[in-house]
């Protein structure tokens, strides 16, 4: 029983250290995304506007903005 609540904690452990990492890059990429679209002319908001239109679907392969 023991070893068991041990071998889950560990999981657990793992688990969140590889969701922070997946996180920490899906985050830099989105910034390096929206980088790229103002440079480019293709978006004039703000980072947090960018983050709030893609949340929400607004800014996608298909959408012009």
Do not use: W
Request: aromatic content about 12%; glycine content about 8%; overall charge neutral.
């Amino acid at each position: 029983e023991i070893c068991a609540c041990l071998v889950g904690s560990e999981m657990c452990i793992r688990d969140r250290v590889l969701s922070d990492k997946f996180n920490k890059r899906r985050e830099q990429l989105r910034y390096e995304t929206y980088e790229h679209l103002v440079a480019t002319g293709f978006f004039t908001g703000t980072y947090e506007e960018y983050k709030e239109r893609t949340k929400l679907g607004l800014i996608g392969p298909t959408q012009t903005f």
